[in-house]
């Protein structure tokens, strides 16, 4: 499921189905989520175990908030629908909006990808500051609290229902029980619902795990500030090093170095600049050797992308929904992360516009399903081509790895091909878009 066939959010149709919602998690997963749940219940409120941020700073929960984010196309269009201000409201508060078509430089397969003159906004941001001007948005809502300094103990289940019935928390050494009709996990790869699951009776999901012993290591440079080139230089077999180039607020650059398999950027200056040498274009060297470092680099390790296969479950508790990471989390790389999250969120608001509560998670799991599929097959199918990847293979990954390679040679000099490729990469459309006759003409034909 791509942003050609979710359901788009649309305030016209929410309608009022319970009393009060609680997210656990105040991360861009569990902020959109919140924005749909202000729609379908009187309150909503969203815990966080971080002090409440004064400045677009990163937080103790968020580590990986340190390195460049992309809001990809996709995530892009549903945030924008879910909070009809965010576009001016980032600009106002310093992000950039450049045209990928002029700005963006993709490298891959040895070249750099050719794009068709047609506009293409994304926004330019650091992931603080976007975190903030999404969580304002959703604290100004009415009915809904952002709870800060609040520690999750555990859900609240009632037996004889089988159903959660809300959650124990600790604040200021005081516990606290918060009665709801819904409770949300938007609380990341460190969700505790498995286990919970299996301590009262419930199947844990079956889960994947790839293991690609990745590391992303960023550093902050200066940026004229009428200078908005981005690069995307994605790893490419065997070559393990790759790199984002973003150029966010404050005349800032972001430079992120992605290694692959151990092969990791030192979090030093000197070595960071000359670890940059291993790429296979100069342009961010030089960019080093240029600027000045205005940050030390920070690193941020990732081990194994990991699914929790939640819809293969016999039996689920009404009342709990995991959301974001807390049931996948992909090879960072590729940006899916936020738009996957972006999608639960828009799922979730037309399954309670659709059927309230009553079945609520079968309906929901079906769809986030098809969504996180769609994610997963894109970042693993890439990492698949390292023989030192490990873990389950999809079927059929590694002949579509190999098309997809001939392909983007020919994007290279071929517009329309990059154009294709790009939608896909953004999630506007479902990698099976690029078997079309068409495409698929352009991409074998000969020279």
Not at 157 to 184: I, M, Q, W
Not at 244 to 273: K, Y
Not at 314 to 322: E, I, K, N, V
Not at 334 to 351: C, D, K, S
């Amino acid at each position: 499921m791509t942003l050609a066939t979710v359901p788009r959010y649309d305030d016209d149709i929410a309608t009022v189905v319970g009393d009060h919602a609680v997210v656990l998690g105040a991360s861009m997963a569990g902020l959109v989520t919140a924005r749909v749940l202000a729609d379908a219940f009187e309150t909503v409120t969203v815990v966080d175990r971080d002090s409440p941020p004064d400045e677009p700073v990163p937080r103790r929960g968020v580590p990986q908030s340190t390195q460049a984010h992309l809001l990809i196309d996709a995530g892009r269009i549903i945030v924008d629908d879910l909070f009809p201000t965010l576009s001016e409201d980032l600009l106002t508060a310093g992000a950039l909006l450049i045209d990928a078509s002029r700005n963006f430089s993709y490298f891959s397969n040895d070249a750099f990808l050719e794009f068709e003159p047609l506009p293409a906004p994304l926004y330019m941001v650091s992931r603080p500051l976007l975190e903030q001007v999404v969580r304002d948005s959703v604290a100004a809502i009415d009915g809904v609290d952002l709870r800060w300094n609040c520690q999750f103990l555990t859900f609240d289940f009632d037996e004889d229902d089988r159903r959660v019935t809300g959650v124990t928390l600790r604040s200021d050494g005081d516990e606290e029980t918060l009665p709801a009709d819904l409770v949300v996990d938007a609380t990341g790869r460190a969700s505790r619902t498995p286990r919970w699951l299996a301590e009262h009776g419930y199947e844990q999901p079956p889960v994947d795990e790839v293991t690609i012993d990745l590391a992303y290591t960023t550093a902050t440079i200066e940026r004229p500030p009428d200078d908005r080139r981005a690069y995307f230089v994605p790893p490419d077999p065997p070559r393990t090093r790759g790199c984002f180039v973003f150029p966010v607020e404050d005349d800032r650059w972001l430079l992120t170095m992605n290694g692959m398999h151990g092969d990791h950027a030192p979090a030093d200056a000197a070595g960071f600049i000359e670890y940059t040498e291993g790429l296979p274009i100069p342009d961010v060297h030089d960019l080093l050797e240029t600027y000045p470092m205005v940050e030390e680099p920070v690193k941020y390790p990732y081990m194994a992308s990991r699914r929790n296969r939640y819809w293969e479950l016999p039996d689920f508790p009404d009342g709990l929904l995991p959301v974001g990471d807390a049931i996948a989390s992909f090879n960072p790389i590729f940006g899916q992360g936020m738009t996957v999250a972006a999608f639960e969120a828009v799922i979730l608001h037309r399954e309670l516009c659709d059927g309230g509560l009553d079945g609520l998670w079968d309906r929901y799991v079906g769809n986030v399903e098809a969504v996180v599929e769609t994610a997963w097959l894109l970042s693993v199918g890439r990492d698949f081509q390292y023989p030192q990847t490990t873990g389950p293979k999809p079927r059929g990954v590694d002949v579509f790895s190999r098309y997809i390679d001939y392909l983007t040679v020919k994007a290279r000099t071929d517009g329309w091909l990059s154009r294709a490729l790009r939608e896909v990469v953004m999630m506007d459309k479902p990698p099976t878009s690029l078997l079309r006759p068409g495409i698929v003409w352009r991409a074998l034909r000969p020279w």
